[in-house]
């Protein structure tokens, strides 16, 4: 679903974010991008969504390398996918339906194919009760969740978070992970960027661990992809990976 | 998307506008009024034009020609020149004035009797004074007449004095140019205004319009609400327009009758007719349609989510 080769990402400032970060993510897999702060897992989650574009290396999501999309073509590829951000990027002056419909709205569904998609969204999270509400009268794990719906409410194949539970306390946050979970659960291919290892640690989910830019390991290591990337790529951060917990001294 | 979707998508996108603009009363009636004040000038002066119009066809209609005929000519003559002319398709009628008769009252009119005794010729001509047809009532159609008039035997000099005639139409056509002029750069205007407004519209907004293309707007989608605003300003513009022309045609149209009565004359101010009214709602309109469709495609291209 997802193919970083040899991803290079250098931000106008001079700032190298990605150093060569080579990674493959199966359909319908759970994948946590880890590591410090600064590590580069934003901006790989802004490669996919085509926020950014790489300096050196191809990104592939979907069978596509994302450099043949033109700009025109980036609104499609946007609506195929869902995105959830750590501020929820709510619309504060529509209410809680107008905001999770917009998706919706932007394919052009009819009225009531929208209603019924969107009454279903939100009770998917749960939150169907509130949906004449506007944003800033919910919780922030409520507007966490009006987030997850309006990312799922046009059933994309991938769906990919940034800090999902940066401002929930710990509960809260893992109620928030079990919410992906059930999504992954049907199909959906997931990835997640989070520094929050305590809250992954609970979860039997793959890791890829970033740091200063390049893949510093993964755990617990994944067997069907360690060896097909080595198959493809005898590279050092694969076998690094294949090891299991990241090695002290990774070569960058 | 099926048409239905559609057609109410864009109904729910107008409408949404609407209510966007009126949630903020102050700031649209400002930029509304500006609009108003803007395109009511141009419609000001062409008010005034099409009055001057309507008011000189009646005065276009009064020019006749004096034709003098040879004194050495008989009165038959004249009267046949004068049956001659009655024949043309462009001359309306025609008033013989002979000689003898244009004496006899200036006689009795002047109080010169015994000064004319002492004259031994008549010194008038007899003299035809002729009518053009109201489509021949055109400063070319006079000239054009006079020369023909001037071809035929006996006839001395033509005098027609249409050089008022073409100065007043010179005069107006200057003032349609002014109006034309002006609405031009009112118009521009209008268009810059509302495109103003739509770029602050657009950079308070510039949140929304990032998450809307982070879930996967295209620019035409951002675009819309923001189109739909201009279309409203517009609309609000090109009324207050035509409320502020026939406000001031209705303060001015009393005493403009009473004017026109001193003088004789039946005239009244005629304010802006429907096909003028509609035009100026369409144009006005247009322009705002135009001003925010240039700001927001520019404005919207360059917020970029990050
Ligand atoms: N838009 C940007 N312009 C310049 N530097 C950036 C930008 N975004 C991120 N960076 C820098 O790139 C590095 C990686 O950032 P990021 O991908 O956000 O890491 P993380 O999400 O793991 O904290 C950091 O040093 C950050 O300062
Ligand atoms: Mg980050």
Do not use: C
Request: aromatic content about 6%.
């Amino acid at each position: 679903m997802i193919r970083f080769d040899q991803v290079h990402k250098r931000y106008a400032n001079g700032r190298e974010a990605l150093a060569g970060v080579t990674l493959n993510i199966a359909s319908g897999e759970m994948v946590f991008l880890t590591g410090h702060s600064g590590a580069g897992k934003s901006s790989i989650l802004k490669l996919i969504a085509l926020i950014e574009r790489p300096t050196r290396g191809q990104v592939w999501v979907d069978t596509q390398n994302t450099a043949t999309i033109r700009p025109r073509g980036i609104p499609e590829f946007r609506s195929r996918l869902g995105v959830v951000f750590q501020d929820h990027k709510l619309i504060v002056d529509r209410s809680v339906a107008e905001n999770v419909a917009l998706p919706l709205i932007i394919a052009g569904l009819s009225q009531r194919e929208i209603d019924k998609r969107v009454r279903a969204a939100l009770d998917q999270v749960g939150l169907l009760d509130k949906d004449k509400l506007r944003p800033l009268e919910l919780s922030t794990g409520e507007q966490q969740r009006i987030g997850i719906a309006r990312a799922v409410v046009a059933k994309p194949k991938l769906l990919i978070a940034d800090e999902p539970t940066g401002n929930l306390d710990p509960e809260l946050a893992l109620e928030i992970i079990q919410l992906f979970k059930r999504f992954n659960d049907v199909g959906v291919t997931v990835v997640i960027a989070s520094h929050d290892v305590h809250l992954i640690d609970h979860l039997n989910a793959r890791r890829i661990v970033l740091g200063e830019g390049r893949v510093t390991g993964e755990a617990p290591p994944h067997a069907a992809q360690a060896a097909a990337q080595a198959a493809s790529h005898a590279s050092l951060h694969t076998a690094s990976s294949a090891a299991g917990r990241p090695p002290a001294g990774t070569p960058r | 998307m099926s048409v239905e979707a559609y057609f109410t998508r864009h109904a729910q996108t107008l409408l949404g506008s609407l209510g966007r603009l009126v949630s903020t009363p102050f700031a649209s009636a400002m930029t509304i009024t500006v609009i108003g004040i803007a395109l009511s000038l141009p419609l000001y002066l062409n008010v005034f034009l099409q009055n001057a119009r309507i008011a000189t066809e009646n005065w276009n209609q009064a020019f006749d020609l004096s034709v003098y005929i040879d004194k050495k000519a008989s009165a038959t003559r004249t009267s046949l020149i004068a049956q001659q002319f009655r024949a043309r398709s462009d001359v309306a009628s025609v008033r013989v004035i002979l000689a003898a008769a244009a004496l006899a009252e200036f006689r009795s009119s002047s109080g010169f009797g015994a000064a004319l005794d002492a004259l031994r010729d008549n010194p008038l001509p007899d003299t035809l004074i002729v009518t053009p047809t109201l489509s021949a009532s055109t400063p070319e159609g006079g000239a054009a007449l006079k020369s023909a008039l001037a071809q035929v035997p006996d006839v001395e000099t033509v005098a027609l004095d249409t050089d008022w005639v073409k100065r007043l139409y010179s005069l107006l056509d200057i003032l349609r140019r002014v109006v034309l002029i002006t609405a031009g750069l009112l118009g521009l205007g209008v268009a810059l205004v509302v495109g103003n407004t739509i770029r602050l519209d657009i950079l308070n907004r510039r949140m929304e319009i990032e998450v809307m293309k982070l879930v996967g707007a295209t620019d035409a989608f951002a675009r819309r609400p923001f189109l739909y605003s201009g279309v409203w300003y517009g609309l609000g513009g090109g009324l207050m327009a035509l409320g502020l022309v026939e406000v001031g045609v209705l303060a001015l149209s009393n005493s403009v009758t009473r004017l026109a009565t001193l003088y004789g004359s039946s005239f009244h101010l005629a304010g802006v007719n429907f096909g003028t009214g509609l035009a100026v709602l369409m144009g006005s309109v247009f322009l705002s349609w135009l001003g925010s469709w240039t700001a927001a495609t520019h404005h919207i291209k360059a917020i970029e989510p990050s």
